[in-house]
Structures are given as structure tokens and as C-alpha cells.
């Protein structure tokens, strides 16, 4: 089939709000909008105006009363504790109505926070489902992050109730959140009048009394007493979620959606984007924690009336690296959205891909990728071995959606590996020099969005207009920052090469390299310190910390890297997956004092690189280059 991209692309250019009206009638409002788009709203601008909506309905309410009640909204499949769940939308609305009771008994209304700290169960979705019900504003939390990293997050966002669980479970370990929901309210200023704490069999959480209550007692007090929440109208500009990403400091940035746009964007990457009809089954591997799980776990697949796969697992070692194979077998799965590292951990186990035989894959269609740059030699090899379509798409946590893909459901584009296709109806994409001028096709500079964006795409911060401006809005004028830099092909596809800011990418979660240098900082014996994103075979980077100890510290110096380690394991969390660290006599540095990091990311990395004008001692990287080279590094 030819594709229809460039057509509707075009269309898009020539009328954006015409185009999004019409993408509008896949929703059920309760009242349509004023003005699709209201330029002199908000900072820059605000969609479907006037509008008034509930994102749980359309998301379940619909389909349970319009002939789906029998389908499976959800299936929960979990390898690693050997537990699987199917709820029809029937029966997801059902416990829908039940927990939204739940918030609003404990005192939840419109507007209201909760936070939620949650494993992959289906409750962590009935839980944001519940909260959009009512109109509250619901967090998640991932749950790799330490307490304290929980406890910023409960300072920012003022949430009312917290729903945790008892645990998470990674392989080998159980990973008891609820001490860690304990510390961090206990190191915030703010207190959450309830907890709501879901008991799991593999950890018993010990509950303080007033404060935390048991989940299930609460759901069968509410189904006793016959308790359903109804849907609270919102405004379509009312904010669905809070999702804290990595900024260039140790403040996380709350990343604000709206209901409206996002319902309406959502929805119509299902069939355009991913090329999905209603009623199939959808799995986006990874986690309710990050966006794509926001996003393709839970919103977009239910909004269109599809199937929504929640994996509590590891693409390896749960039992092995055929669960991928064994999930779509079984499930029937047409789509698997997941992130490059998954199929890099895959390859690493089985090389022959002779695990992908043992499963009927007939029913695949397409694999998506997105959360880091998908290198060809993984692209490459999942298309030989799977021989389906391999889509990268390029997003961040704050647009919600793909910025750059190659719509499917619009007729595939021609495939070139190394770039995740072309720009998405609703975002005009150009490659800028630092003056915000457009640079040539093929010429690397940042990859900037003329604005407005479109409807989906982050509308503002918690609490931090000026952030929100100085972050994406101030640096060209007229267009949203991605903070991405690479370049445009002759043919319109985009090459996403780099961040132009200390965020790196760890087994495609986003982290910040600025936050981490903040704690590592903080250890008494610590002078000054640098950390950087290097290249890793199977997380695509990983953060690397070079130390300069206090003069006259004389401990061992393998105590305090594995001090320093523990700190950033405590103070962020696992995830951030902190385990290099050198200790060096000095750090490169401009004349200027400007710590010289893209220079060791070359040396780190093994590439060539060219002596800065501006440096301050050229010997000083001799000395980064021994400290690397007695690590192994580069490989
Ligand atoms: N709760 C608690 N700890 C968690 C956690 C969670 N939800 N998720 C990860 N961690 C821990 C891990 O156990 C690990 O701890 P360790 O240092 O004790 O081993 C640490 O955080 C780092 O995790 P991760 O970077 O995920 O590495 P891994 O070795 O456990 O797994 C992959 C590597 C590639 C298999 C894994 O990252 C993966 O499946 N990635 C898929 C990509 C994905 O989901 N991306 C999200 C955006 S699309
Ligand atoms: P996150 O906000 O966690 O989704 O991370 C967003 C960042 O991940 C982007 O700004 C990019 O740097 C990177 N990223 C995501 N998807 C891709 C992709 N397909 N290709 C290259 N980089 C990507």
C-alpha cells in the first residue's frame, strides 16, 4: 500500500485545527470545545477549549456499555511471580467505580493529588483510572526510586492519599516499598492524610494506624455498601496527571497532561500510528511508571477499545529470553511497543533468536520502539529474526506521544535505519544552530518544534512557570526546545543523535547526570566531582562518576567509591544504576572552569576527539584516559 503520510501531513499543515477537530470526534465529550485551540491561553496556548470531559469514561464506561463488556481490557501476565488476570472492561469498570469510592471516602475530590507508588499489578492501573474518574490529579511514582526521591516528589505535588503496595519484585529480590513510602513521608514537609496500601503475598507491609489502610478491606467495605464513584466532569484543559521526569538538577520536573488533548492525540496514534483496529490486543513493555506506560499501557489502548497487556517481568531471565515470544503467543498479540535495551538484553541471551521459533508468532504485526536511540545493529537483527516491520519513534515524557514515527496505519514509509522516520501531523520539526537559524539537510543542530504543540504535549509544569519557559520556551523564540540535537535528511526523516543537556538514557530511562553529581557531591569526603552518560553494549549509557577527593584525606579510596555508590543507590534509587566510579587527582576544565565532560565522554567512549581551545591543562586528560584504560574502558 502506498502511504498516505505525506497527504495527511499536508493536511494536517494546511488547517491544524480542522485536523484535530476531526481527530476530536473519536471521543465522547460532555460538552464539544469553545475553541479547538485558544493561542492566547496558558504560555503557549491551550487545546479544546471550553470543552468539558472524563477520561475514565471514554477510556472504560464506553466500552463496557457499547458492546465490549466481555472483551479483555486488561491482561495481567506475571512470569515473575507466576500470576496471570484477565478483567473485561466490564470488570474493570466495575473496580473502577469501586476504588474511585475508595479515594473519594478517604476524602479525594476534583483537582486533588495522589500519589502512587506502584508495581505492574493491574491495581496500580485501577488506581489511575480511579483518580481520572473523579477528577483527581494522579502521580506515579517509578518504583526504582529511592524514598527520598519519592519524598520530592510528595513536596511538589501536595497529594492527599498515597497508594503503594507492599512490594515490587525484581529477580531475586522483593523490593518492599512500603518502608520506603514510610521514609519519604517522613523526610517531606508535606503529610498525605492516607495511605492506601495494597497487600501482595510476597511481603506483608506493617501499617501505621489513622494513617494507612488496607486496600482490599476498603473495596469489599464499598462493594458492600453498594459504593460506585460516578464520572466528575472535567474541564478538558483540567490536568490528568503529574509525571515527574529527570531535569538538569536534582528537582525532577512535573511534566502536567491535560484530559482533552491527550484523549483526543491518543487516540488517534492508535489507528494512524501504530495501525490498530479496536478490539486487538496491544502490549507496551514497560512500566506504569514511565510515560510510554502512561501513555500505551494504560490510556491509549483503552481509550481505542483495545486489549492492554500488563507484564510484571523482564524480557530475560524471567524465565528466559523467550517470555516476549511466549507473552504475543499466547495473548495474541498484534502490537509490542518496547525500548531497544529490551531487544539488546534479548539478543545477548540468544544470539539465534532460536528461542522466537518455539512460539506460534503468526499474529504478530509490528514491533515499536522508542526510549532511546535504536541502534541498526538491534534493529537489524529484531527484523531479521521476528521479519515483522521494526518502527523506532522518537518522544520525551513531556510531548506524550510521538514526535517522529513512521505511521503505520497511514502506509509505511520506507525504513531508514539509524531514524525514527518523519515528523507526526501536529509537530512542524526544524534543525536550528545556536541562533535559531534553520540549518542545512544533513547539517547536525538542535531539534526544535515550532509551536504551538500539538494537543497531548505538556501544557505547562506543576508549579513552575518559569521553569516551563526558561526549560523549552526561551532558547528560540517561537519554538518548543527538545533539547535533542541531530539532524534532517533530504527526505524529511529526522536523526536523533544526542541530548544537548546532562539527561542520559540507562536501559531507556531518563536520568539526570546533574542530580547525580549533586549527590555524590555530598559525601564529606568529596572535593569536586563529574559525572557522565558512556556507551554500554546493553543499557545503550551508563553513568560514569570521576571524584576528587578533599587534600588530605588519606582512607582507602575503594571504601569511598563504594560509599558514593551506596549514596547515589539510597538517595535516587537502583535505577539510576550508579556502579563506575574513578577517583582522579584532577577534572579537565576550561580556562574558565567549565568541567570539560563531552571531552571525557569521547575518551570514555573511544572516540576521536579534538583538543579544546580553551583548556586549561591538556595533561589532565592523559590522566582521565589512564584512570579509564585501568577499568577496561573503552572496551
Ligand atoms: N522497582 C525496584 N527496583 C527496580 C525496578 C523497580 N520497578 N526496576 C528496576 N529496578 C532495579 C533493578 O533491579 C536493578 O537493580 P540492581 O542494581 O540491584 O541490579 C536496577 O534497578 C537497574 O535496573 P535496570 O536498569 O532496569 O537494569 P536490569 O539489569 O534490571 O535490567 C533490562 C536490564 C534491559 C532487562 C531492563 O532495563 C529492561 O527490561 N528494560 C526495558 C526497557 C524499559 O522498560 N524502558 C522503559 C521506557 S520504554
Ligand atoms: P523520556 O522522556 O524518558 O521518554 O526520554 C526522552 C529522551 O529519550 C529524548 O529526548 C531522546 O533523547 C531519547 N529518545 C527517546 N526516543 C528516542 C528515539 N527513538 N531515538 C533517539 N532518542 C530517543
Redesign the pocket.
Known sequence: MSSRYHEVYQGWKSDPEGFWAEAAKGIDWVKPADKVFDGEAGLAGRWFVGAECNTCFNCVDRHAEGGRADQAALIYDSPITGNKRTLTFADLLEEVQLFGAVLEDLGVGKGDRVILYMPMVPEAVIAMLACARIGAVHSVVFGGFAANELATRIDDAKPKVMVTASCGIEPGRVVEYKPLLDQAIETAAWKPSGCVVYQRPQAQASMIEGRDHDWAALVETARTAGRKADCVTVAATDPLYILY?SGTTGQPKGVVRDNGGHMVALHWTMKNLYGVEPGEVYWAASDVG???GHSYIVYAPLLHGNTTIVFEGKPVGTPDAGVFWRVISEHNVGTLFTAPTAFRAIKKEDPGGDLIGQYDLSGFRTLF??????DPDTLEWAEAKLRVPVI???????TGWAIAANAVGLGTLPIKHGS?TVAMPGYDLQVLDETGVEVARNATGNIAIKLPLPPGCLPRLWNAEERFRESYLTEYDGYYN???AGYMDEDGYIY?M??TDD?I?VA???LSTGAMEEVVASHPDVAECAVIGIADQLKGQIPAGFLVLNAGVDRDTGEIEREVVGLVREKIGPVAAFKLVLTVHRLPKTRSGKILRATMRSIADGQEYRMPATIDDPVILNEITDALRDRGIPA
Open positions: 521526569t514511565w510515560v510510554v520502539l522508542a526510549g532511546e536511540r535504536a523506532d519513534h522518537w518522544w520525551q515524557t513531556e525514527p527538545t533539547s535533542d536523533v544526542s541530548r539527561i538514557n531507556g530511562h531518563r
